[in-house]
């Protein structure tokens, strides 16, 4: 019989009256060592369980059948479905355990609202682990031309537009993601001052050139992404061209989720090859229930501005 006690302790726990997009159990952040291949996440109405080791279908039963009978008592008004996610092997494969989900699944954060998919793909179009991330941009965007690069579905295009940036440029090369941020957009009830640039990133700084400078640059990449962007090869070729799109007062979110990035080798590759032009503020602090044991392993998001130059 495995224990799996401390996930189950930590729905106890987890705010999940406030019927809001969050993370229950981080087993990636190693703090119980022989679950660290497990998250739980609630994407209400339902929970998305992920393991990234594989596991036998019995261990599989036991845990879920434990955290089934956990909603059936504790809140069934709250949680109608849980679903799984293997990660582990070549194939990420996703399946619906218990209940029902939502036909048009849609997911609220504070005063945002974001459209899910826990089917079909891996990542379900919104990370819980950047939400300090989208409140930092949320809180410094007030007028400001905002660039976002990589910018997946855009969800911190949402929380610029939330602070009241007068525009943002979203940059991905993945039309489908494009796709569905704009319809984030359409749900927050913002349908100007948004464009959407189904573009290579690496091949579109001309592009991009023309349209700065901006008061706030965002670049969150994959890690790896098959045939596009390899994070450690490829950052510091976005990373030399940044210095042409600032202002003398623009603040930047540069963040990576790579375990082999230490925090201090992000900033010695950031220090390199943006010439000094730009000065390191702060790391923002982990998005609640992003317990890490090893903080050089986790998300990295870090806050710089222009260098200041006296004349």
Request: aromatic letters at 8%.
């Amino acid at each position: 019989m495995h224990n799996f006690s401390p996930l189950i302790t930590a729905l106890d726990s987890a705010p999940i009256a406030a019927n809001e997009l969050c993370r229950i159990f981080h087993g990636r952040g190693h703090s119980v060592e022989h679950l660290s291949h497990l998250n739980l996440d609630f994407y209400p109405p339902s929970l998305f369980l992920v393991s990234y080791d594989e596991i036998t279908p019995e261990t599989l039963e036991q845990l879920t059948e434990q955290v089934w009978n956990w909603v059936k008592t504790n809140a069934p008004e709250h949680i109608t479905a849980l679903v799984y996610q293997q990660r582990a092997g070549l194939k990420t494969q996703n399946t619906l355990l218990y209940g029902e989900l939502p036909e048009s699944h849609i997911v609220k954060e504070g005063a945002a609202k974001f459209n899910v998919d826990l089917m079909s793909r891996q990542n379900t179009g919104i990370f819980p682990d950047m939400r300090n991330g989208r409140e930092f941009v949320s809180n410094n965007s007030k007028g400001a031309k905002v660039l976002n690069l990589f910018s997946y579905t855009c969800g911190f295009s949402v929380s610029a537009m939330q602070g009241g940036a007068d525009c943002v440029i979203n940059m991905d090369m993945n039309k489908g993601v494009l796709r569905t941020g704009k319809q984030n957009h359409q749900l927050n009830g913002f349908d100007r001052g948004v464009s959407f640039l189904p573009h290579d990133i690496l091949k579109s700084f001309g592009k991009l050139k023309k349209a700065a400078p901006f008061d706030l640059i965002i670049v969150d990449p994959p890690s790896f992404q098959k045939g596009s962007f390899i994070l450690t090869k490829d950052y510091q070729k976005v990373l030399r061209r940044l210095p042409e799109l600032l202002t003398c007062d623009t603040q930047l979110l540069l963040c990576a989720n790579s375990p082999e990035l230490s925090e201090h080798a992000f900033k010695a590759l950031i220090e390199e090859h943006t010439q000094g032009a730009i000065t390191f503020v702060e790391r923002l602090a982990p998005t609640s229930g992003f317990v890490e044991v090893d903080s050089d392993r986790s998300l990295k998001a870090l806050i710089y501005k222009t260098t200041i130059t006296s004349a």
